[in-house]
């Protein structure tokens, strides 16, 4: 294979012949220009920019992030230690910026990507992007005994502020979810109320972050194991980036590889039968995984996870991207695609066309990257630049699998006790029409022990499938312990992922619901306050303001959610008895959500009766229905029931499971066979901001004894 770049000279060389000739030393002519930056009018130029001063939280993050690499990558650039000095000014400035949350840890707190005007908060992401540059700073101070003796307690600081904020607050809030070896972090489920600067849950929110977040963390988390030698931060490292090769999807014609936004990892990412987030290249946004291959060579400079057959495979994934005058994204889906500039230093190609587009653009910025890629990264070429030895580095041991059809295979949860009777969900994502075929595989000899699943699937567009595995092993009938693979086979493509049937220890939760038995029933008026075993409330409360004939209902506002859980994984042929009162808002005419209600399957699908307005609905006249499973909350239906301002009577009858009813007034609504479940497990009801408040009243669930 061939390596472009490559040379003998060591950092330590260059470092030794930069100090010969000067702190400015710069080793290519056309990069002189960044002499004429001085680093204090640059650091008040970025200052100037107004994002910093009226944005708060996550957002101003993004903002602050955009210039913290400049300061640090212009030092390694010129060895002007004037550099240092303005780079701790700008981080000591948005330092500055942190608050402490309810839970005494500190973050940068405010607006959240929620858009909810009622929370604040801080961002995992935040907290990312904003540690990274310092860093650096303190891991470049900290290898200098003469940048040491200048910049060292700064450092120091930025080292501690940033094991308490990125490593300490994630960890205590339990937002790190490992299974089976793989790492993942997912949103914290509470936030800060506006009103009472205290905590409110918001638990049906937490999902996993967006996969470049994890990469932005695992850098932070990767720099701190540089500076402290750690082994425990490596390790997390590890985690987090062996899932990302893992998820790598191989194109073989061009051998190079593709991977997803956002991938699910932990129970709460499936819903039903659809993931809680859409799996996919981004569709117009290529900037993410242009930072994602950045910090991929990070990792691989550090000796992790990457070998030097992954980063090729990323450079003719680049190469591919690029098709004559235009840009395809990497799977080839859109045409959000740009260059991978952190790949210049291994590729000749990259090289030329990224310093080419530096020297054609006319600001400091660019001449500060400039001088980086030619006075430090392009004599690297294909050496690690963070380890000693090659003896140091520990890569992950998987070649890429095909992905072009099969483009998503995860095992949710990998790891299944039987003490808990736990399922997992084979979650599979499709793309064009064939035989899907679920295997499982003996771990240690490959040996395939029967099928999971297997089903024939039609349509062009990528497509869900989601079936459940109780860990039984189909050779034996048995829930066997012991280690497996799970195989997906589609269209000649095969993928598999590791899993493991372990006994566990029985989980005592004291919020599970209680399981409702044949011949029993549950009646809810709302007299008395309502049991956190079996409600789920975000925002939804007992209200006196209005009621059918007590003196409470439930209310739902805007934003408002409540589950009532009386199952578990199985649904239940019960009769379902609600009133529902609705305020008859009108819109003639636009867009517009109101609030619903219905029940939840024992798998996690929603079926919801809603009003909304579309314009091939008429949300004035009648309601509508959705069930998540189809397309989670995007396919609407009208039901032929009208709507009545006041209370109404729905039924949602699941006694006969073979032909279920459901009904309003004693009308029955229009829902098509295939969406309508045999049973269920529980109830769910949101608010909206569009249609008025929702109140809920006089709730009876029977259970025939048969």
Same mark, same amino acid.
């Given at each position: 294979?061939?390596?472009?770049? +490559?040379?003998?000279?060591? %950092?330590?060389?260059?470092?030794?012949?930069?100090?010969?000739?000067?702190?400015?030393?710069?080793?290519?002519?056309?990069?002189?220009? #960044?002499?004429?930056?001085?680093?204090?009018?640059?650091?008040?130029?970025?200052?100037?920019?107004?994002?910093?001063?009226?944005?708060?939280? &996550?957002?101003?993050?993004?903002?602050?992030?955009?210039?913290?690499?400049?300061? *640090?990558?212009?030092?390694?650039?010129?060895?002007?230690?004037?550099?240092?000095?303005?780079?701790?000014?700008?981080?000591?400035?948005?330092?500055?910026?942190?608050?402490?949350?309810?839970?005494?840890?500190?973050?940068?707190?405010?607006?959240?990507?929620?858009?909810?005007?009622?929370?604040?908060?801080?961002?995992?992401?935040?907290?990312?992007?904003?540690?990274?540059?310092?860093?650096?700073?303190? &891991?470049?101070?900290?290898?200098?005994? @003469?940048?040491?003796?200048?910049?060292?307690?700064?450092?120091?600081?930025?080292?501690?502020?940033?094991? =308490?904020?990125?490593?300490?607050?994630?960890?205590?809030?339990?937002?790190?979810?490992?299974?089976?070896?793989?790492?993942?972090?997912?949103?914290?489920?509470?936030?800060?109320?506006?009103?009472?600067?205290?905590?409110?849950?918001?638990?049906?929110?937490?999902?996993?972050?967006? %996969?470049?977040?994890?990469?932005?963390?695992?850098? #932070?988390?990767?720099?701190?194991?540089?500076?402290?030698?750690?082994?425990?931060?490596?390790?997390?490292?590890?985690?987090?980036?062996?899932?990302?090769?893992?998820?790598?999807?191989?194109?073989?014609?061009?051998?190079?590889?593709?991977?997803?936004?956002?991938?699910?990892?932990?129970?709460?990412?499936? @819903?039903?039968?659809?993931?809680?987030?859409?799996?996919? *290249?981004?569709?117009?946004?290529?900037?993410?995984?242009?930072?994602?291959?950045?910090?991929?060579?990070?990792?691989?400079?550090?000796?992790?996870?990457?070998?030097?057959?992954?980063?090729?495979?990323?450079?003719?994934?680049?190469?591919?991207?690029?098709?004559?005058?235009?840009? =395809?994204?990497?799977?080839?889906?859109?045409?959000?695609?740009?260059?991978?500039?952190?790949?210049?230093?291994?590729?000749?190609?990259?090289?030329?066309?990224?310093?080419?587009?530096?020297?054609?653009?006319?600001?400091?910025?660019?001449?500060?990257?400039?001088?980086?890629?030619?006075?430090?990264?392009?004599?690297?070429?294909? &050496?690690?630049?963070?380890?000693?030895?090659?003896?140091? *580095? =520990?890569?992950?041991?998987?070649?890429?699998?095909?992905?072009?059809?099969?483009?998503?295979?995860?095992?949710?949860?990998?790891?299944?006790?039987?003490?808990?009777?736990?399922?997992?969900?084979?979650?599979?994502?499709?793309?064009?029409?064939?035989?899907?075929?679920?295997?499982?595989?003996?771990?240690?000899?490959?040996?395939?022990?029967?099928?999971?699943?297997?089903?024939?699937?039609?349509?062009?567009?990528?497509?869900?499938?989601?079936?459940?595995?109780?860990?039984?092993?189909?050779?034996?009938?048995?829930?066997?312990?012991?280690?497996?693979?799970?195989?997906?086979?589609? =269209?000649?493509?095969?993928?598999?992922?590791?899993?493991? #049937?372990?006994?566990?220890?029985?989980?005592?939760?004291?919020?599970?619901?209680?399981?409702?038995?044949?011949?029993?029933?549950?009646?809810?008026?709302?007299?008395?306050?309502?049991?956190?075993?079996?409600?789920?409330?975000?925002?939804?409360?007992?209200?006196?303001?209005?009621?059918?004939?007590?003196?409470?209902?439930? +209310?739902?506002?805007?934003?408002?959610?409540?589950?009532?859980?009386?199952?578990?994984?199985?649904?239940?042929?019960?009769?379902?008895?609600?009133?529902?009162?609705?305020?008859?808002?009108?819109?003639?005419?636009?867009?517009?959500?109101?609030?619903?209600?219905?029940? #939840?399957?024992?798998?996690?699908?929603?079926?919801?009766?809603?009003?909304?307005?579309?314009?091939?609905?008429?949300?004035?006249?009648?309601?509508?229905?959705?069930?998540?499973?189809?397309?989670?909350?995007?396919?609407?239906?009208?039901?032929?029931?009208?709507?009545?301002?006041?209370?109404?009577?729905?039924?949602?009858?699941?006694?006969?499971?073979?032909?279920?009813?459901?009904?309003?007034? +004693?009308?029955?609504?229009?829902?098509?066979?295939?969406?309508?479940?045999?049973?269920?497990?529980?109830?769910?009801?949101?608010?909206?901001?569009?249609?008025?408040?929702?109140?809920?009243?006089?709730?009876?669930? @029977?259970?025939?004894?048969?």
């Amino acid at each position: 294979m061939k390596r472009l770049f +490559r040379t003998t000279r060591t %950092l330590k060389s260059l470092a030794a012949a930069a100090a010969l000739a000067g702190p400015a030393l710069l080793l290519a002519p056309d990069a002189q220009a #960044v002499d004429a930056v001085n680093p204090q009018q640059y650091l008040q130029n970025v200052l100037r920019n107004g994002n910093l001063h009226n944005t708060t939280g &996550e957002f101003f993050a993004w903002h602050a992030a955009s210039a913290a690499d400049d300061f *640090v990558q212009a030092y390694e650039a010129t060895e002007d230690p004037a550099w240092l000095d303005a780079a701790a000014s700008y981080y000591d400035f948005y330092f500055d910026r942190l608050e402490e949350d309810p839970d005494g840890h500190l973050g940068w707190i405010g607006e959240t990507v929620t858009g909810d005007p009622g929370i604040r908060g801080d961002a995992l992401v935040g907290d990312a992007i904003l540690l990274r540059a310092p860093l650096r700073f303190a &891991e470049i101070v900290l290898n200098n005994p @003469e940048l040491e003796e200048r910049f060292g307690d700064k450092a120091r600081e930025y080292v501690d502020l940033a094991t =308490r904020i990125a490593w300490d607050k994630w960890n205590e809030r339990g937002t790190y979810h490992l299974d089976n070896g793989f790492g993942s972090y997912h949103t914290h489920h509470q936030y800060i109320d506006v009103d009472t600067g205290e905590w409110v849950d918001r638990s049906s929110r937490v999902i996993s972050d967006n %996969l470049n977040k994890h990469y932005a963390i695992g850098i #932070v988390i990767l720099r701190l194991h540089r500076i402290t030698g750690e082994e425990q931060y490596a390790q997390r490292v590890f985690e987090i980036y062996s899932r990302l090769k893992s998820m790598f999807r191989h194109f073989p014609e061009d051998n190079r590889v593709s991977w997803n936004f956002w991938m699910p990892h932990g129970p709460y990412d499936i @819903e039903g039968r659809s993931p809680t987030s859409w799996v996919a *290249v981004h569709p117009n946004r290529p900037g993410y995984q242009a930072s994602e291959v950045g910090r991929i060579v990070e990792v691989y400079d550090t000796g992790l996870v990457f070998d030097e057959d992954d980063i090729q495979r990323l450079i003719n994934t680049n190469h591919y991207m690029e098709q004559g005058d235009g840009w =395809r994204s990497s799977d080839g889906s859109t045409d959000a695609g740009t260059r991978w500039s952190s790949l210049a230093r291994f590729d000749e190609h990259i090289y030329d066309a990224y310093r080419s587009s530096l020297e054609n653009s006319d600001s400091d910025g660019s001449r500060i990257r400039l001088a980086y890629l030619e006075n430090v990264l392009k004599p690297i070429g294909w &050496e690690r630049r963070y380890i000693q030895s090659e003896d140091d *580095v =520990r890569t992950y041991d998987r070649e890429p699998e095909p992905g072009v059809h099969l483009s998503m295979n995860q095992v949710i949860p990998a790891t299944l006790e039987t003490a808990n009777n736990d399922r997992a969900v084979l979650a599979t994502q499709v793309r064009g029409s064939g035989n899907l075929r679920i295997a499982l595989l003996d771990a240690e000899t490959g040996q395939e022990l029967g099928t999971l699943h297997e089903e024939r699937v039609t349509g062009d567009n990528a497509q869900y499938v989601m079936p459940r595995w109780d860990g039984t092993n189909p050779a034996t009938g048995e829930k066997d312990l012991g280690a497996y693979r799970v195989q997906w086979s589609f =269209r000649g493509e095969t993928r598999v992922q590791d899993v493991r #049937v372990t006994e566990g220890e029985q989980r005592d939760d004291p919020n599970a619901p209680d399981v409702l038995q044949p011949g029993g029933h549950i009646a809810i008026d709302f007299t008395d306050e309502l049991d956190p075993g079996q409600w789920t409330l975000e925002g939804a409360a007992r209200s006196d303001e209005r009621a059918r004939v007590g003196d409470h209902s439930l +209310r739902l506002g805007a934003g408002d959610t409540a589950r009532f859980m009386f199952g578990d994984q199985d649904n239940l042929p019960v009769r379902i008895t609600m009133w529902v009162h609705e305020e008859g808002v009108r819109r003639s005419g636009g867009n517009g959500e109101g609030p619903r209600w219905g029940v #939840v399957t024992g798998i996690g699908d929603i079926l919801a009766i809603r009003i909304a307005w579309r314009g091939y609905l008429a949300g004035d006249q009648e309601y509508a229905w959705t069930n998540t499973g189809d397309n989670r909350w995007f396919n609407l239906s009208g039901s032929d029931v009208p709507r009545r301002a006041g209370w109404s009577q729905w039924v949602f009858d699941f006694t006969d499971p073979q032909n279920p009813r459901i009904s309003a007034n +004693r009308q029955d609504a229009n829902i098509s066979t295939q969406s309508t479940p045999k049973g269920a497990a529980g109830l769910y009801f949101s608010g909206s901001s569009d249609a008025g408040p929702l109140y809920i009243d006089d709730i009876l669930i @029977e259970y025939p004894d048969r």
